[in-house]
């Protein structure tokens, strides 16, 4: 395999909720993944900002594996090829690297978990 992985665990109650993700109207708490894995992969929890619109853009993100499970609320979605999808608490999907989409909107107590490879990953904004 060739990268070093270690044993990890992140607890809410040292693990805090901050704002310096990928989207403002989104808070991230890192779970901890990402240096126990050599930055190979990123883990978080991604909650709405109460009151906070999305900001609707068609976009996609270079990776290779890229998985939400939601928690709690919901998200709406439009994917390239899909079409409009839902997802509430118990809701899973994958989005395939380079799929096309645009988030529609959220419940503001939206609590998801994120998982991505790589961890560094650029999100490319679309026509």
Not at 48 to 58: F, H, M, T, W, Y
């Amino acid at each position: 395999m060739g990268h070093a992985m270690r044993f990890s665990v992140s607890h809410a109650a040292t693990s805090a909720f901050r704002d310096d993700g990928l989207r403002p109207f989104f808070q991230y708490r890192d779970l901890g993944i990402r240096d126990a894995t050599g930055n190979r992969f990123v883990a978080h929890v991604i909650r709405a900002k109460p009151g906070v619109p999305a900001q609707s853009e068609r976009h996609h993100h270079e990776v290779e594996f890229q998985m939400v499970y939601v928690l709690k609320g919901w998200i709406r979605f439009h994917y390239e090829g899909v079409g409009e999808v839902t997802l509430e608490a118990g809701s899973c999907v994958h989005q395939p690297p380079g799929i096309r989409h645009t988030e529609l909107g959220h419940s503001d107590d939206l609590e998801l978990i994120e998982i991505v490879l790589p961890a560094d990953f650029e999100t490319v904004k679309d026509p």
